[in-house]
């Protein structure tokens, strides 16, 4: 049974917490398919490689979860986020 989306957005947060060292926010997104829960987190400065420490499971409480890794700054610029979480 999927979770109510704020329950999932602010739980995975706190797991988000443990993925990057960066800045990052979790989204409610839709596509096609449906809802999905959304981790975007920046790149370190002049890097193109992923930020994510580790990721294994492609579901968290009944909703498919999507890493996103953005250029450095992104998430402050497009999100309003000026720190991690």
């Known amino acids: 049974m999927k979770a109510k989306a704020t329950e ?3 739980a995975l947060r706190d797991i988000a917490i443990e993925l990057t060292d960066n800045a990052f926010i979790v989204t409610l997104e839709h596509d096609d398919g449906g809802g999905h829960l959304v981790i975007t987190s920046d790149r370190n400065e002049g890097s193109e490689e992923s930020p994510f420490k580790y ?5 968290f409480m ?4 999507i890493l996103r890794h953005t250029p450095h700054g992104y998430v402050e610029v497009f999100y309003g986020e000026k720190k991690k979480g």
Not at 55 to 59: G, Q
Not at 62 to 65: K, N, S
């Open 8 to 10: 999932a957005i602010e």
């Open 62 to 65: 009944g909703w498919h979860v």
């Open 55 to 59: 990721w294994k499971d492609r579901r």
